[in-house]
T-cell receptor, first 114, second 113 residues
Framework: DAGVIQSPRHEVTEMGQEVTLRCKPISGHDYLFWYRQTMMRGLELLIYFNNNVPIDDSGMPEDRFSAKMPNASFSTLKIQPSEPRDSAVYFC????????????FGSGTRLTVV | AQSVTQPDIHITVSEGASLELRCNYSYGATPYLFWYVQSPGQGLQLLLKYFSGDTLVQGIKGFEAEFKRSQSSFNLRKPSVHWSDAAEYFCAVVGTNAGKSTFGDGTTLTVKP
């Protein structure tokens, strides 16, 4: 398995533009997580899905953020409109067995909003 | 509610010296415990995990961790640190019926030559 695949690896966009981050989890994993990491706030859980259904989105900072998981092999995190304070590294992770074997993280998307 | 505390924000050790990173957790029952490592520019990578059995668990890259129920701790150790071990280390806990992990704030390890 190629692991959790995120795209793009880097994204630079202008304030106000829409940004879409993509994630392909490991086949067979039924949990998918979106995290944001910054120097100031560390690693933050934004939202997670179980069997493609959003379970907890309490970490989504505001309505500008939305996430979808249309099928077991694909998820998106969208920011519209983007703001400079959204600049961060966004990670996707997946797991199975209720996380009892640990998570597999993607390499992340470094987002810069100018 | 479960929680994880990593008391040390930053640790510096000399190459070849031993290492211990501390982790304390709070959970009502025996949790699933993990250590992850994040090298610069990379995602988190699972080092090792514990749920039951031998309280000393071995992981990748020569790391080990010891579960101490009486102290609610799960400290990470390595006998001899290499320069390539410089990274950020995260402790995490998952409850028995949960899918969501709770992560500590991380400890940054610097290795002096």
């Amino acid at each position: 398995d190629a692991g959790v695949i995120q795209s793009p690896r880097h994204e630079v966009t202008e304030m106000g533009q829409e940004v879409t981050l993509r994630c392909k989890p490991i086949s067979g994993h039924d949990y998918l997580f979106w995290y944001r990491q910054t120097m100031m706030r560390g690693l933050e859980l934004l939202i997670y899905f179980n069997n493609n259904v959003p379970i907890d989105d309490s970490g989504m900072p505001e309505d500008r953020f939305s996430a979808k998981m249309p099928n077991a092999s694909f998820s998106t995190l969208k920011i519209q409109p983007s703001e400079p304070r959204d600049s961060a590294v966004y990670f996707c992770a997946s797991t199975s067995d209720r996380g009892h074997y640990g998570y597999t993280f993607g390499s992340g998307t470094r987002l810069t909003v100018v | 509610a479960q929680s994880v505390t990593q008391p040390d924000i930053h640790i510096t050790v000399s190459e070849g010296a031993s290492l211990e990173l501390r982790c304390n957790y709070s959970y009502g029952a025996t949790p699933y415990l993990f250590w992850y490592v994040q090298s610069p520019g990379q995602g988190l990578q699972l080092l090792l995990k514990y749920f039951s059995g031998d309280t000393l668990v071995q992981g990748i890259k020569g790391f080990e961790a010891e579960f101490k129920r009486s102290q609610s701790s799960f400290n990470l150790r390595k006998p001899s640190v290499h320069w390539s071990d410089a990274a950020e280390y995260f402790c995490a806990v998952v409850g028995t019926n949960a899918g969501k992990s709770t992560f500590g704030d991380g400890t940054t390890l610097t290795v002096k030559p």
